[in-house]
């Protein structure tokens, strides 16, 4: 029926500009960039050596004055998947990552954090690993200083993931992913693991396969990046230096130029991200990098800057990691986790006398299995749904005053009309004047403005896919609604709202 093809349509249109509108309530955070003091790890010893003495060589070839672009390229996609190889295999170690987005409608190329921006998002993780087993967290955060702000854009933007793997249960891998405002989500908490929220809903084991289709994997758990990097989409005036037995990359992917294709295979995973939201990439605008990487192949430090096309997600990012590999180094930004307050030095010995201690107890935490009451759940629903419908109604006021809606605003003029001929009529009837006389000149705009509706209709119409005569009958079936039922016509409009 036209009638429920009307509602649903404009049901999805509501719907769209709440989250805009929703968007556009965030306070501008200005400058804000990150506030995490990110921990530095030390090289590496006592470790494999990752990078042969061809690659060496090769990567030091590029390095010379006079190497072409070709050779730099090349040379940083090998050095690239050196250390991401090293980062999948490595047994001991802890990521510490802090990422802030700005959500922007009209993004640039150039657009930085500094512009104004709809609304930032916060977001801290981190992966500590030991052997087979790791545990992953990863919180984002909507900030701002207004509350009412927070609340609603707190349902498109509160995230929580979890992922860990067990090296006692070889065949499971367990995975969460969770959008929802009433995980609570905190970012600003300066102590490890710099995040807190409510777990709703556990984890759900799963074959290694289903696993890495569900995180969007690239290669494999634990890598660096989930982006498919290849010398032929790399911008001229890359870079690699060589200092204090650190190598220093800078690279930029061609996005203005690049192949098609080649940057479609590129950002894959990311989109399949992205589609599980019910967004789409139209294309990257920006995207720098850089990383660090210790001679002896093993990833230091990545930060990525990068700003995308995807509607009314479209953002900038940063997104920054440090990787720390000394045990001693580990064990202090541990020890530093706020949620041990409540134990004494005898107790957390006792519990962690190993890393694998610390993942058995993160998984099993109370504070990352905290529950809310199904009571307090029921409040936050029906809190977003009023929230919602208020913004709602005020969308379609807008719209309507904007001159969006021509047909509602004829029919509400005509309403209008109607109401005013009705109470000119009532006083003429108390002064003892004809109701025509009183109306004078105003008599017959209701027909107008009705005319002028029907005429609007028709016309859209055309555009309908509707059989026609599915079209006249309901057409029909709403004139005779309108007719018989005076009173409900007149709370439709706040009904449309």
């Not at 995308?308 to 990691?321: C, E, H, K, P, Y």
Request: net charge negative; proline share 3%.
């Amino acid at each position: 029926m036209r009638t429920k093809s009307k509602k649903f349509v404009c049901l999805a249109l509501a719907c769209a500009l709440v989250s805009l509108v929703a968007l556009s309530l965030v306070a501008c955070n200005g400058s804000f960039a990150g506030d995490l003091d990110m921990p530095v790890g030390s090289r590496p010893s006592g470790l494999k050596n990752l990078i042969n003495d061809a690659d060496r060589e090769e990567i030091a070839s590029a390095m010379q004055a006079g190497a072409s672009e070709e050779a730099k390229k090349e040379a940083i996609i090998k050095l690239y998947n050196i250390a991401n190889d090293g980062r999948i295999a490595q047994n001991n170690s802890l990521v510490i990552q802090e990422s802030v987005m700005g959500i922007c409608t009209a993004p640039k190329p150039t657009t930085t954090l500094e512009d104004r921006m709809l609304g930032t998002v916060l977001m801290h993780g981190y992966n500590l690993r030991t052997g087979n087993s790791w545990y992953n967290e990863f919180a984002a955060q909507s900030i701002s200083d207004n509350k009412l702000s927070n609340a609603i854009f707190g349902a498109f933007s509160t995230m929580v993931k979890v992922n860990y793997h067990l090296e006692d249960e070889p065949d499971d891998y367990y995975f969460v992913s969770i959008t929802d405002a009433a995980l609570e989500t905190n970012c600003k908490i300066s102590r490890f693991p710099y995040m807190s929220y409510r777990l709703i809903k556990e984890p759900q084991a799963y074959y290694i396969e289903e696993f890495n289709s569900r995180m969007h994997i690239l290669k494999a758990p634990n890598e660096i990046c989930n982006m498919d990097f290849m010398a032929e989409i790399i911008a001229d005036g890359a870079t690699i230096t060589l200092e204090d037995g650190l190598y220093k990359v800078h690279f930029s992917v061609d996005t203005e130029d690049g192949d098609d294709e080649l940057l479609k295979q590129w950002y894959r995973k990311p989109q399949e991200d992205m589609k599980d939201g019910g967004q789409t990439i139209k294309r990257y605008l920006r995207f720098n990098c850089d990383f660090e990487v210790w001679s002896n192949g093993y990833i230091k430090s990545f930060k990525a800057d990068y700003v995308r096309d995807a509607g009314l997600a479209s953002s900038i990012t940063v997104d920054n990691m440090s990787y720390i590999y000394d045990l001693d180094e580990i064990s202090e930004i541990l020890e530093d986790d706020y949620r041990l307050d409540g134990l004494t030095e005898i107790e957390k010995n006792l519990k962690f006398k190993t890393l694998y201690d610390r993942i058995e107890y993160y998984k099993e935490t109370d504070v990352v299995k905290a529950r809310l009451s199904p009571l307090y759940i029921s409040f936050i629903v029906i809190a977003s749904v009023a929230g919602a419908a208020i913004i709602a109604v005020i969308i379609v006021e807008i719209l309507v005053r904007a001159g969006k809606l021509p047909k509602l605003a004829a029919k509400r003029a005509a309403k209008k009309q109607k109401r005013l001929e009705k109470k000119a009529a009532r006083k003429a009837l108390k002064a003892g004047i004809a109701p025509e006389a009183a109306l004078g000149t105003e008599k017959g705009q209701d027909d107008k403005a009705m005319a002028q509706a029907e005429s609007d209709e028709e016309a859209d119409a055309t555009h309908d896919e509707a059989p026609k005569g599915e079209q006249e009958t309901t057409e029909r079936s709403d004139a005779e609604e309108t007719t018989e039922r005076p009173d409900a016509e007149e709370s439709a409009p706040e009904d449309k709202k």
